[in-house]
């Protein structure tokens, strides 16, 4: 596999993506070092734990810097968008981001079944110091609406780390990430998070639960743990059926002995039978033995009660230098799974610009990746696939070592039943600039994909979008121009039965700069999602860069519009 799939960055992904925030201090205390196995052709293979994360003044977050952190920067949210953040506090630690307010990021959603105005939302949440490096660290928050999405309330969920009041093997837990959550048919929401250490080797997949609609938690229910160097758990998603029944699925990295080099990346699972509480067949294959490379899985149940798994896995057919869209199906609550290889994913070596080792967009610094964002129907039960990619831009797929051109990333689409999938066409669903990390969500044939786009780059009232972070490691914070702008937005197309696809629906209101924090700007999150209600309404959520102006400064802040497609 080429500079795909690591964009994973697997062990170093959940690790880095979070360090990024707080600076070079941050990777010096750290112990971990991955080194990944050179043969396998792997993307993460220029990836570790202790990747340069530039000098602290080069690291210095644009909120800290003129024009974005001056009154004004950005004009007050619309109506039609809301901040889900609810007492954004001030970061006091470390120094990329000292003094600005605490960012959110990597957003997930959900809509109870039973209740349609109620909704639960996630992000990795840095209000919360001190990880065992002395930093603001995500922890696990929950932000929940019963008015359809109009206000929020927000609630840390409780004792996932060891600065969030945990006990026992928790303790050893400094950080968590990867949200996700979902509702089971009768209205029980569950949130998966990853945990792990800044010091050490722990790594776990935990769950919370709620019968409140998210005003409260359980305290986390592990799945499954480790603290040796020879495995790391990472990317975990969660469905919930009925009767009790929880599936979690993750990509375990197996890493050898104390993490000396890179082996297999499965997806594998675990199942609840007793709503969560207790876990079994911790770490059952998903992956089958052709796909020992893979990452970004997404799992839900259908209607005739099948489990339905998508991911990314580099594809045997191509020696494993090239990836592939796979699904997997179980009818057995995961005891055993089929497997098709659908599409090929452009995201060789030679399809996207490098910064600092990762593979990014034309002009951008944040990390990307082409994980699938998967829905099926629960009235049809037809399985809808989308991701995004890089194919006819540039010298994409060439066979080259390198990118040359201007990055033009386009939404892709799959959706049939299960018996159909794997021969049915891909659709390019988006046209024009750069559109990354899409989600869909369908409903009684119904389908919503929703993503960021460069398409508008607006810029603001301050100019905001044509400045970036010192790129160039100088002795200063101050930030530096660029003649393009690189400010972007949030957008949905919807798809209906006899009609197609809509035009482009914005759905936020202005245009804003992703530089604003983290390192360079070169983190946003992974991911971002949709959700369509039992009313068909949707409720989009994105990592938004305006923060909530007016009330905070520019920062990453969780938004979310409600619209009917």
Request: aromatic share 10%; net charge negative.
């Amino acid at each position: 596999m080429r500079r795909s799939l690591a964009v994973l960055f697997a062990a170093a992904g959940a690790v880095v993506a979070m360090w990024a925030m707080t600076g070079a201090s941050t990777a010096a205390t750290t112990t971990h070092n991955w080194k990944f196995d050179p043969t396998i052709n792997a993307p993460w293979a220029t990836e570790s734990d202790q990747t340069a994360l530039d000098t602290p003044a080069a690291a210095a977050g644009l909120c800290r810097s003129a024009p974005v952190n001056v009154p004004g920067a950005y004009a007050p949210l619309a109506a039609s968008e809301v901040d889900a953040i609810v007492g954004d506090q001030v970061n006091n630690s470390g120094f990329s981001n000292f003094g600005c307010a605490t960012p959110q990021n990597e957003t997930t959603i959900a809509v109870n079944p039973t209740d349609k105005n109620n909704l639960v939302a996630g992000a990795n949440d840095y209000r919360v110091c001190c990880d065992f490096t002395g930093l603001n660290d995500a922890t696990g928050w929950a932000y929940y609406s019963f008015d359809g999405g109009k206000t929020w309330g927000n609630v840390q969920v409780p004792a996932l780390t060891a600065e969030t009041g945990s006990s026992a093997v928790f303790k050893k837990f400094d950080a968590a990430g990867d949200p996700a959550l979902t509702f089971s048919p009768d209205g029980v929401a569950y949130y998966a998070n990853i945990v792990f250490s800044r010091v050490s080797f722990a790594s776990g997949v935990v769950v919370s639960v709620s019968r409140d609609g998210g005003k409260t938690w359980s305290d986390p229910n592990l799945v499954t743990f480790v603290d040796a160097g020879n495995f790391f758990h990472d990317k975990e998603w969660i469905a919930a059926g009925s009767g009790g029944r929880v599936v979690v699925t993750w990509t375990r990295f197996s890493l050898g002995p104390k993490g000396a080099g890179y082996k297999t990346s499965p997806i594998v699972s675990a199942v609840s039978k007793d709503f969560g509480k207790t876990w079994n067949n911790q770490g059952s294959p998903v992956s089958d033995n052709a796909h020992p490379f893979n990452q970004g899985s997404q799992v839900q149940y259908g209607p005739d009660g099948a489990l339905y798994v998508a991911y990314e896995g580099a594809s045997p057919a191509s020696g494993y230098s090239q990836d592939a869209m796979v699904i997997a199906r179980s009818t057995d609550d995961g005891a055993t799974f089929q497997t098709k290889e659908l599409a090929r994913v452009y995201d060789d070596n030679d399809c996207y610009p490098i910064y600092a080792g990762r593979q990014t967009l034309s002009n951008m610094h944040f990390r990307l990746n082409s994980y699938p964002s998967m829905s099926v129907d629960p009235v049809s039960g037809v399985i809808s696939l989308v991701w995004a990619d890089q194919q006819n831009s540039g010298n994409c797929g060439s066979g080259g070592s390198s990118f040359s051109g201007t990055t033009s990333n386009q939404v892709k689409l799959i959706r049939g039943t299960w018996a159909g999938i794997d021969s049915a066409a891909v659709t390019t669903v988006t046209t024009g600039a750069d559109k990354v990390f899409p989600s869909v969500a369908s409903n009684n044939g119904n389908v919503v994909i929703s993503y960021y786009t460069r398409d508008y780059g607006i810029s603001s009232a301050a100019n905001v979008c044509h400045w970036r972070t010192n790129d160039a490691g100088g002795g200063n914070i101050a930030p530096s121009p660029s003649a393009v702008s690189v400010c972007m937005d949030y957008a949905s197309k919807t798809w209906t039965a006899g009609g197609g696809f809509s035009l482009q629906r914005r759905l936020s209101s202005e245009s804003s700069n992703p530089f604003v924090q983290f390192a360079n700007g070169g983190f946003i999150g992974d991911y971002s999602q949709v959700a369509m209600g039992i009313d068909l309404s949707a409720h989009a959520s994105w990592t938004d860069f305006r923060g909530n102006p007016g009330v905070t400064s520019p920062n990453q802040d969780v938004l979310v519009a409600n619209f009917k497609p």
